[in-house]
T-cell receptor
Framework: DTAVSQTPKYLVTQMGNDKSIKCEQN?????MYWYKQDSKKFLKIMFS???????INETVPNRFSPKSPDKAHLNLHINSLELGDSAVYFC????????????FGPGTRLLVL | GEDVEQSLFLSVREGDSSVINCTYT??????LYWYKQEPGAGLQLLTY?????DMKQDQRLTVLLNKKDKHLSLRIADTQTGDSAIYFC??????????FGAGTTVTVRA
C-alpha cells in the first residue's frame, strides 16, 4: 500500500562509520530523488535518477554514493560519516520528470555522534 | 531554498483563517506546490496549482497564483489544531529537481 518507503526510519551511528539508506517506490515512476533536510528544516536536492541513470548530483561530497539497481529502488550509501551529515534524508519519486508531482517517503533521521 | 521565499512563522487562533505567502523565481514553472510537514513526520503533498490557473480551491484550502508578481499563497479556512505544521512552497527549478522555500511554521493557538 505504501507508495514511497525508506529504511531505516532512524539511524544513529558513530563518526567515521559507513551506512546505507534504502528507498523503494511502487508507483511505477521513472524518476527518483534524494533530498536532505538540515536542522533548520531547509530542504535541498542531492541526487536525481531517471530510469536508473544519474541526472543531478548537486555538489554533494563523493562520500555519498547513490545506487539505483532498478527503476523502483534508489539507495544512498554514505562513507566516513561526519557530524555535519546529521539530517533527515528524504527519498521521492515522480512519474517522468521533476516538473511533475513528486511523492516523498517518510524520511530517515540520521544522527552522527 | 535560494529561489523560493516564504515567511518563517505564522501564529493563528483556532477557527481563524491562515494565509501563507511565497514568492518564486522561475516563470516557466508548470506546477507550483504546497507540501505539509507535521512534527517528526515526512512531507505530504497538500495541494498544487497549474501555472495557467489563478486560483484553486480544495475544501478548506485555497491557492492563489499571481504570475505577474510570481506570488503564491495558501489560505486555510477555519484553521484547526491539526493544521499546526511546517508548510513548504516548492517549484520545479529544472526538469529534475524541486526548489523549496524555507518553510512556514504555523502554530494554531486555542
Amino acid at each position: 500500500d505504501t507508495a514511497v518507503s525508506q529504511t531505516p526510519k532512524y539511524l544513529v551511528t558513530q563518526m567515521g562509520n559507513d551506512k546505507s539508506i534504502k528507498c523503494e517506490q511502487n508507483l511505477g515512476h521513472d524518476t527518483m530523488y534524494w533530498y536532505k533536510q538540515d536542522s533548520k528544516k531547509f530542504l535541498k536536492i542531492m541526487f536525481s535518477y531517471n530510469n536508473k541513470e544519474l541526472i543531478i548530483n548537486e555538489t554533494v561530497p563523493n562520500r555519498f554514493s547513490p545506487k539505483s539497481p532498478d527503476k523502483a529502488h534508489l539507495n544512498l550509501h554514505i562513507n566516513s560519516l561526519e557530524l555535519g551529515d546529521s539530517a533527515v534524508y528524504f527519498c521521492a519519486s515522480s512519474h517522468h520528470t521533476g516538473r511533475e508531482t513528486q511523492y516523498f517517503g517518510p524520511g530517515t533521521r540520521l544522527l552522527v555522534l | 531554498g535560494e529561489d523560493v521565499e516564504q515567511s518563517l512563522f505564522l501564529s493563528v487562533r483556532e477557527g481563524d483563517s491562515s494565509v501563507i505567502n511565497c514568492t518564486y523565481t522561475d516563470s516557466s514553472s508548470t506546477y507550483l506546490y504546497w507540501y505539509k510537514q507535521e512534527p517528526g513526520a515526512g512531507l505530504q503533498l497538500l495541494t498544487y496549482i497549474f501555472s495557467n490557473m489563478d486560483m484553486k480551491q480544495d475544501q478548506r484550502l485555497t491557492v492563489l497564483l499571481n504570475k505577474k508578481d510570481k506570488h503564491l499563497s495558501l489560505r486555510i479556512a477555519d484553521t484547526q489544531t491539526g493544521d499546526s505544521a511546517i508548510y513548504f512552497c516548492a517549484e520545479p527549478s529544472n526538469d529534475y529537481k524541486l526548489s523549496f522555500g524555507a518553510g512556514t511554521t504555523v502554530t494554531v493557538r486555542a
